[in-house]
């Protein structure tokens, strides 16, 4: 599947974004849909997952904070993310088993 991000910006700290993932398949071909992310100099890391029966995981970072939810119809996957914080600084991907997207840039700045 082809996965398109966008919704990455700039944003100060405590403030919101929400990540949008396109799917050009059906989300259910694969077992999971997820979000990650890559800081500079850092290497990729999960921030939360979503499995075909909706079972939902989240990074310990992301608890509390971030929020996945997925709409089968419209093949998206989105991630709400409040509270946002300097270290949320990232390159942010979605991914399912066997694709990933380009990534969309969010910075976290004042």
């Known amino acids: 599947a082809q996965l398109v991000e966008s919704g990455g910006d700039w944003v100060q700290p405590g403030g919101s974004l929400t990540l949008s993932c396109a799917s050009s398949e059906s989300l259910f071909t694969s077992p999971f849909m997820g979000w990650y992310r890559q800081a500079p100099g850092k290497e990729r890391e999960e921030v939360a997952t979503i499995s075909l029966s909706g079972m939902i995981k989240y990074a310990a970072f992301a608890k509390g904070r971030f929020t996945i939810s997925r709409d089968g119809v419209k093949r998206t996957v989105s991630l709400q993310m409040n509270n946002l914080q300097t270290d949320d600084t990232a390159v942010y991907y979605c991914?399912?088993?066997?694709?990933w997207g380009q990534g969309t840039q969010v910075t976290v700045s004042s």
């Open positions: 991914h399912n088993r066997d694709d």
